[in-house]
């Protein structure tokens, strides 16, 4: 991977897609296809806009890996559909989502896109690897702040923010870490640990929020730091912090664990160049003449289809 490399967060780009397009948006036989064809207009946008060389839309084979939620049971837990006893955690989704998943699979998969998953993994460390192993320039698109972690600008790894559509993107790269947050891409990481994320079911340090935690991060350096800081007495800490940050030792010891993306994940060899031409042009056309992709399926092709600018 040497050119620009574009890493799709496909969940939460789909799942913006769903409640951006009407569900009135119907296949020919009445079922809502509304996530399909909002994430192709967002890729053919994000092709057209920002000219990727290299595209992978990265999946959640494990929404709620096991190896985190043994670290921090109340992780992802309310987002728990209820499901018979003993079966698999499964994560709630829209009724009239669900049921659109495969056939974006199915497209992405005729059209060429690379798709990657790997079992036991979220997509964030699909991300996560991919970005470790590139070579030149990665844009990761995703609507997850978590993933601001990777943002690198020595290496030229920025985070697409969608802000509406993805036609209004925010640009996250350091300086704008710096300024929102007041740390890099990798102070990031120490900063949402002891913040908590309640829609991740992290708990964070009580009573460190955002502001306390980045200058905590700015006095001490990183969360190491700032754990070594609480047991010294020397260390300019209000009683309050000390005690706090005591008593949150166990949390501290794994959250990190939990909260860092993953970037030694097994990936596949697949083939990431952007498609220029549909891998499957027979399928292809099947899957649109079926699910009434009309419009939405033209526009990318032919996106995919003209020479870079």
Not at 2 to 11: E, F, V
Request: proline share 8%.
């Amino acid at each position: 991977m040497t050119g620009r490399l574009m890493l799709l967060d496909t969940a939460s780009l789909y799942f913006r897609a769903y409640f951006g397009v009407p569900d009135s948006v119907r296949a020919p036989d009445g079922t809502p296809v509304n996530a399909v064809r909002g994430l192709l207009e967002f890729i053919d946008r994000l092709v057209k806009d920002h000219q990727p060389d290299e595209l992978v839309a990265c999946m959640d084979a494990d929404w709620r890996p096991q190896w985190r939620v043994d670290l921090i049971p109340s992780y992802k837990a309310h987002r728990v559909a209820q499901v018979r006893e003993g079966g698999p955690d499964e994560e709630e989704v829209p009724d009239t989502l669900s049921p659109q998943v495969p056939v974006i699979e199915a497209v992405l998969d005729a059209l060429g896109i690379a798709r990657v998953g790997v079992d036991g993994y979220e997509a964030d460390d699909v991300i996560g690897t991919f970005t470790a192993r590139a070579k030149g320039p990665v844009d990761i698109v995703t609507g997850d702040r978590d993933l601001y972690q990777l943002v690198d600008d020595a290496r030229g790894v920025r985070v697409l923010y969608p802000l509406k559509g993805v036609g209004t993107l925010q640009l996250t790269d350091e300086a704008w870490l710096r300024e929102k947050y007041g740390v890099d891409g990798r102070g990031y990481a120490d900063l949402a640990t002891l913040r908590g994320d309640p829609s991740d079911g992290l708990p964070g340090v009580p009573g460190i929020g955002e502001k306390t935690a980045a200058k905590l991060l700015a006095a001490f350096g990183d969360l190491a730091g700032i754990v070594a800081a609480a047991g010294d007495p020397k260390a300019k800490l209000t009683p309050s912090q000390r005690l706090r940050l005591d008593e949150a030792r166990p949390y501290l010891a794994v959250a990190p664990t939990v909260v860092r993306v993953a970037e030694d994940v097994p990936l596949p060899d697949v083939d990431t160049a952007l498609p220029r031409a549909p891998r499957d042009g027979e399928t292809l056309e099947a899957l649109g003449h079926r699910w009434g992709l009309g419009g939405s399926l033209q526009r990318l092709l032919t996106t995919l289809g003209a020479p870079p600018a």
